[in-house]
């Protein structure tokens, strides 16, 4: 795989944003997590009407511009392209991966979730993605009814393949160490930061998983 298709993107907190149609409460959420520590955005809205999806990614995109911080849109590489986004996240039914990267090039970040399937992780990489996903991780409030993915899926996605690795599904500053122990890239974070009383504070907690000092990282995960 061409190695500009790689993501410049710092391993950490990877920030999926919730179904909310309130775009100043979805901007002002999104910068205090940012100043938490996230290191990826992901535009995700899958109820929303196509107006307002373009009005919440250009917004998104404005806001993090110069920031530091990788923009994603979940499903749609038409617009990720449309609002500058650094790129795509694709799913099951979201259109082929070597489609997305012939039309889009060599610098535009394909993320593609494989769930629990390791076959599909393969293929993904086989077809040019940037990063894979795997979840869901724990038991969802976004997806109650996805597949739960072993904690072990992560260890051989690292040891046998060439690109970084996401986590999502249930990911909480409580439980996330072990993930990050066994090698996760990015842990990508819902709720746990958008419902939270304070989303910085909350995202520091996360964030700070990925400080080599931090304690419940000296001990591999068993």
């Known amino acids: ?21 309130d775009t100043p409460r979805l901007l002002a959420v999104t910068r205090a997590a940012i100043k938490g520590g996230v290191v990826c955005v992901q535009y995700r809205h899958k109820t929303a009407m196509t107006s307002r999806r373009m009005e919440q990614a250009l917004a998104l995109s404005a806001a993090l511009r110069d920031s530091g911080v990788t923009f994603i849109v979940n499903d749609d590489a038409a617009l990720a392209a449309a609002v500058g986004a650094d790129g795509v996240h694709l799913g099951r039914d979201d259109g082929a991966v070597a489609a997305c990267r012939a039309r889009y090039g060599d610098a535009f970040v394909i993320g593609v979730s494989c769930y629990n399937e390791f ?26 009814d996805a597949v739960v993915a072993p904690i072990e899926l992560i260890r051989r996605a690292k040891a046998e393949l060439p690109l970084p690795v996401a986590c999502i599904g249930g990911i909480t500053a409580d439980n996330a160490a072990p993930l990050v122990t066994v090698g996760a890239d990015w842990l990508a974070v819902i709720s746990d930061i958008y419902a939270a009383p304070d989303p910085q504070a909350q995202a520091a907690r996360i964030a700070k998983l990925y400080d080599p000092c931090v304690p419940e990282l000296l001990t591999p995960y068993s």
């Open 1 to 21: 795989m061409n190695a500009l298709a790689q993501p410049k993107m710092k391993r950490g907190l990877y920030l999926v944003t919730p179904d909310w149609d």
């Open 119 to 144: 076959a599909r992780a393969e293929r993904a990489v086989a077809d040019g993605a940037s990063y894979i996903a795997f979840g869901a991780m724990f038991a969802s409030p976004t997806k109650p």
